[in-house]
Every structure is written in C-alpha cells, then in structure tokens.
C-alpha cells in the first residue's frame, strides 16, 4: 500500500513553467511504476507521463512530449513532473499514480494507487 500526494500547481501563464510533486508514503516508491496523469473540465482523465521503477525508461503522450519531463528520486520517495513552454489546454488537475509492473502501455497498466490531484490552470 503507497499513499501519493500532488503539489506544486498552480496559476501560469502561456509559456511559463510549473513543476509538479509526488510524494509517497508507505511502501517504498522504488516499488513501482509511477506516471502522471491530467483531467481537464469535461474531458476523460489522459496519460501524460511515466517512469519505471528504476527510471531506465520514461514514456510521455504526444501532446507534452519535448516540454514536460518526467523524473524520480526514489531515495526521498518522490516523483516530479516539470513542465515547461505551458499552454492552455494543458490546464487540468493533475494525477500522479503507481502501478506494480508496467505492461507496455498506459492503458494496460493496473494503476492502483492514485493522488488526490492538484489543479494547474495556465492562462493565455
């Protein structure tokens, strides 16, 4: 069992910069796969990054690839999401989320463990 907890967002304006946290508590992060995940107003929740355990290998959807980075500190149990060159439609709450094993894509992976979100608005 791991507990996850997102800070960091926030108001930005188009172009800026945010970078997002995860903590985690209980189980050693190290144990899992973890990503990162946003839901905009009216929209289903949409993958946007992750990392594996050791951080060998980092995936990102489309839409932030070559703005957003993905990273981990498993020794201090967290995980990060900076963001850069912000546009609006980015604006959502983000998610971060820990699965066991990762199975090749998103979709297929069993993310069991969620944060309860932080709101990231950037204004244009």
């Known amino acids: 069992q791991v507990q996850l907890v997102e800070s960091g967002g926030g108001l930005v304006q188009a172009g800026g910069s945010l970078g997002l946290s995860c903590a985690a508590s209980?189980?050693?992060?190290?144990?899992?796969?973890m990503g990162w995940f946003r839901q905009a107003p009216g929209k289903e929740r949409e993958f946007v990054a992750t990392i594996t355990r050791s951080g060998s290998s980092i995936y990102y959807a489309d839409s932030v690839k070559g703005r957003f980075t993905i990273s981990r500190d498993n020794a201090k149990n967290m995980v990060f999401l900076q963001m850069n060159s912000l546009k609006p439609e980015d604006t959502a709450v983000y998610y971060c989320?820990?699965?066991?094993?990762?199975?090749?894509?998103?979709?297929?992976?069993?993310?069991?463990?969620w944060g309860q979100g932080t709101q990231v608005t950037v204004s244009s």
């Open positions: 209980g189980r050693t992060l190290s144990s899992y796969v």
């Open positions: 989320a820990a699965a066991a094993y990762w199975r090749g894509t998103s979709a297929s992976t069993v993310w069991g463990y």
